[in-house]
């Protein structure tokens, strides 16, 4: 390793080095994926309005706005002031920058108020790649038995039918393209408004601009006070709903789900003035991980920030419903409100999954929880609601928002996280399910609860029950495809050693592009392990790989799920500010966790699924930043399995309009690659790649293991032990040759075999 390559980064280095921009430099001035050369704001002939005019001879375009309405027109911040000031480095920020900063100085009022005709609104969606449909076909018909033919004709009318239903039910939302007009449409909270604008974004991301309008009710009114958006019962836009929806909503990485989720359930709760709550908590987000559930409370404390909303995350010790026997209580005011006091989680055991039993759980019982909003793990809040063998309900809670939603509705966490589900309710309980990647049998369950929810409801409930609120799925871009803005490499290793080799490589952060296929990797970066032994071996490994003139030791890290609450969030920080540059981990952080400045990601492991990998990439190029890379190292063993995360490298290569030629995965290794089974599938997701499951062999052996010597080597340098011993014990003993040669190879067994 070169030291002073190494910490030399940004003077000579920089001048050798190949031009790269990197995500982890600078603000982004656009955070949208899709659609950049589309013009954003109708063309006047499409416009219902009058007022659509833009230009300088009208009055309205240079009166000054109410001060409601002047949404981004003075930056307080350098931060505001950034993306504006910065040169155009592409084609795409150079076609939306003009735009970008009318809208973001809020200039136009009459562009932030804009109303879009249909054909206007389908251009924008389409544009944006939005797509949304309602769901509305909620039980599953079962088939009758009858002659096969007869079935398969029903089953195609069946299908033609579905297919023509689908069509039917597509909804085209007036697209949110200013943050500006949550004010103007749909009179948010001018606090919550505030709140918004302290983040600086410039543009809604696609997912924004597509959920806003579904989960938000347009409160715009004329001076009758009539809505200006008034919606008939077949509205295409999605407006009769009047925000009352369940919502499916599937969106890239990184592509701002967080604000999206928590805007419409501040404002809501602002409105119901349910600021403080001594029922329970009002809105539940449930995240598979504490490091998310966390993040989830940080991005829900700055949205709420000076309404008198709270936001806290569920730890253990709290309360969150009224207990009938009450075991020492204790008046902790602050860890019912949700202050940063440490508490250990009970999501910090090996399993996130894993459910303390009530016995064995010391409760060190606190007040009941006051806030407002609720943040948890399925595990933490599901250990709090349990009361012997039954599970408490939730009737306070009228939003209950699944992040990860395909995870957490995965056998993992399934039972737990359709017992918090049940436990919710309330009749108008509004659900979101939100990740970058949904399976179809996800939308099942998901439809299927929501009906045997609402049968159980309607036979315990003795007055009627409100209509049933439409499921509407929001998908934004392909679905299951990895982000279009970073480069991935699908590199060969062969063997185990070849990955330390490639790893050790990338560590050289100056280092030129090693393949013509792509960037270098610079720091920080994440490398992902398959399982946690080889997360704590492979750190082992490096530890020493960094000089101590450059930072040494401290530079590298690991987290997994086997550390305490308080190292977790100790080494999270060290991250976030810089001072750890390479942190090995397992898929504990592949999902929602944000660090705004990542590089990149390295695969040190493959994947165990095309999901893991897109979610496990997304953490680099977060909110449209360029620059990412994404390196999977594959060895033998994964030969069966790589074709899996071929393929999404190569859908997210033709999204972003690489040429052929210029892909990362030619075609003729696509072909080459073997199909992947379903059986195949499914086992690699359960259990990983067979070679690197931390399990000792029939002949006693642990796999998985991570050495810089190759398992000949260890051999040989056993053998060479043994012998030694071997030799020394014959002299001692006066035994034969042959019998201490054994006893030899024994002993040198028991040696040190490198890292498991
Ligand atoms: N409109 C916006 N403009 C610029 N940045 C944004 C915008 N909205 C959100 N962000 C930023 O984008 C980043 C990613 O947001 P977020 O974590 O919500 O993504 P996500 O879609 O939930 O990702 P994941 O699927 O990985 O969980 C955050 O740093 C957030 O502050």
């Excluded at 219902?48 to 300088?56: N, V």
């Excluded at 562009?111 to 969606?125: A, T």
């Amino acid at each position: 390793m070169n030291v002073f390559k190494l910490l030399s980064r940004s003077s000579k280095v920089a001048q050798s080095a190949p031009a790269q921009k990197l995500p982890s430099a600078g603000a982004v001035a656009n955070p949208q994926l899709f659609g950049h050369d589309e013009p954003i704001a109708p063309s006047p002939e499409t416009k219902k309005s009058k007022k659509r005019k833009r230009g300088k001879d009208t009055e309205e375009a240079t009166a000054p706005l109410p001060a409601d309405l002047d949404f981004f027109s003075a930056p307080s911040t350098k931060e505001d002031a950034g993306p504006k000031t910065q040169a155009p480095e592409t084609k795409r920020k150079r076609a939306s920058q003009p735009q970008d900063d009318a809208q973001s100085n809020g200039v136009h009022e009459e562009q932030h108020d804009e109303s879009y005709d249909e054909d206007e609104s389908k251009r924008i969606l389409r544009s944006h790649k939005l797509k949304v449909t309602v769901l509305e076909d909620f039980a599953p018909k079962e088939e009758e038995a009858q002659p096969e033919k007869k079935k398969k004709k029903r089953k195609k009318e069946k299908k033609e039918k579905e297919k023509k239903k689908e069509a039917k039910k597509q909804l085209f939302p007036q697209p949110l393209t200013s943050f500006a007009q949550l004010r103007s449409r749909y009179v948010i909270s001018r606090r919550l408004a505030e709140n918004l604008k302290e983040q600086a974004y410039t543009l809604p991301t696609e997912v924004q601009l597509g959920a806003l309008p579904l989960l938000l009710k347009s409160r715009k009114v004329d001076r009758e006070g009539h809505n200006v958006h008034q919606a008939t019962a077949d509205d295409m836009s999605g407006a009769q709903y009047g925000g009352d929806v369940d919502l499916l909503s599937v969106a890239p990485t990184g592509s701002g789900k967080t604000i999206a989720f928590l805007i419409p359930i501040i404002d809501a709760l602002l409105s119901e003035k349910a600021t403080n709550s001594e029922e329970g908590p009002r809105a539940v987000i449930v995240a598979p991980t504490r490091e998310l559930a966390s993040q989830i409370v940080n991005e829900a404390r700055k949205m709420s920030k000076g309404t008198g909303l709270k936001a806290t995350l569920m730890k253990k010790g709290m309360e969150v419903v009224d207990r009938p026997e009450e075991e020492d209580v204790e008046d902790d005011a602050d860890a019912a409100d949700g202050s940063e006091e440490e508490h250990e989680s009970a999501s910090d055991s090996e399993n996130e999954g894993k459910i303390v039993p009530q016995k064995e759980w010391k409760r060190k019982r606190a007040a009941k929880v006051k806030a407002a909003i609720l943040v948890t793990t399925p595990a933490a809040l599901l250990n709090a609601l349990k009361q012997n063998d039954d599970v408490a309900s939730l009737p306070s809670v009228r939003h209950l928002v699944l992040d990860e939603a395909d995870v957490l509705l995965d056998p993992l966490f399934r039972e737990q996280t359709l017992s918090i589900w049940n436990a919710c309710t309330n009749p108008l309980l509004r659900v979101g399910l939100w990740s970058a990647t949904m399976g179809s049998n996800v939308e099942a369950l998901a439809i299927s609860t929501l009906n045997t929810r609402w049968t159980t409801l309607s036979s315990s409930s003795k007055s009627p029950l409100p209509p049933r609120r439409p499921l509407i799925r929001l998908v934004v871009g392909l679905k299951d495809t990895a982000i279009p803005n970073i480069s991935h490499q699908l590199t060969y290793a062969a063997t185990e050693q070849g990955k330390l080799l490639g790893l050790r490589q990338l560590l050289h952060p100056t280092a030129a592009p090693t393949t013509s296929s792509g960037p270098s990797l610079r720091p920080p970066f994440l490398v992902f392990t398959q399982t946690i032994t080889r997360a704590v071996a492979l750190h082992s490994e490096l530890l020493y790989d960094i000089p101590p003139e450059a930072g040494g030791s401290s530079r590298i890290a690991v987290l997994h799920a086997d550390l305490s609450g308080t190292a977790r969030e100790a080494i999270m920080t060290n991250f976030r500010r810089g001072e750890i540059w390479v942190l090995i981990t397992t898929d504990l952080l592949a999902r929602g966790v944000d660090f705004r400045g990542l590089n990149g990601v390295v695969n040190y492991d493959v994947p165990n699924s095309a999901a893991a990998y897109v979610h496990r990439v997304g953490r680099t190029g977060r909110a449209g930043r360029e620059g990412g890379v994404a390196v999977t190292f594959y060895t033998q063993e994964d030969v069966p399995y790589v074709k899996l995360i071929a393929n999404v490298i190569r859908a997210s290569e033709k999204l972003r309009g690489v040429d052929e030629s210029e892909m990362s995965v030619q075609q003729w290794l696509l072909d080459a690659l073997p199909d992947v089974s379903k059986n195949d599938k499914q086992v690699l997701k359960r259990k990983g790649v067979e070679a690197r499951r931390s399990v000792k062999s029939e002949d006693g052996k642990v796999k998985g293991r991570i050495s810089t010597k190759s398992g000949y080597e260890r051999r040989v340098e056993n053998r060479r032990k043994g012998a030694k011993v071997g030799s020394r014990k014959r002299k001692e003993e006066g035994r034969d040759g042959e019998k201490g040669g054994e006893e030899g190879t024994e002993a040198g067994e028991s040696e040190f075999e490198g890292f498991e």
